[in-house]
């Protein structure tokens, strides 16, 4: 069983920040990756970034320069700091996560961009 709690989210000004969590827990023994996806209404969901256990960093182009993903493995966080926030980042944003061969979902949180 796997837990992944994804607090954070909120409405913010375009131009602002905003940083988001997941911490996973449970049965996280071959935890792999760690990532943020996001989804817009009527929108298919796509990946904003991942990192690995290792640290390497895939993002999306719509968000390379603005957008920060780290981990911290001894707590099993993975972060997404957000910088530059435009209002088509508004979206709800998933937290993912590897465990090979499966992969898990957070529950979601809404992040609105608008002033």
């Known amino acids: 069983q796997v837990q992944l709690v994804e607090p954070g989210g909120g409405l913010v000004q375009p131009g602002g920040s905003l940083r988001l969590s997941c911490a996973a827990s449970g049965s996280i023994f071959r935890l792999y990756a760690m990532g943020w996806y996001r989804q817009a209404p009527g929108k298919q969901r796509d990946l904003v970034a991942t990192?690995?256990?290792?640290?390497?960093?895939v993002y999306a182009d719509s968000v390379k320069g603005r957008f920060t993903i780290s981990r911290d493995n001894a707590k099993n966080t993975v972060y997404l700091q957000m910088s530059s926030l435009k209002p088509e980042d508004t979206a709800v944003y998933y937290c993912?996560?590897?465990?090979?061969?499966?992969?898990?979902w957070g529950q979601g949180t809404q992040v609105t961009v608008s002033s």
């Open positions: 993912n996560i590897v465990i090979l061969p499966l992969t898990y």
């Open positions: 990192i690995t256990n290792g640290g390497n960093t």
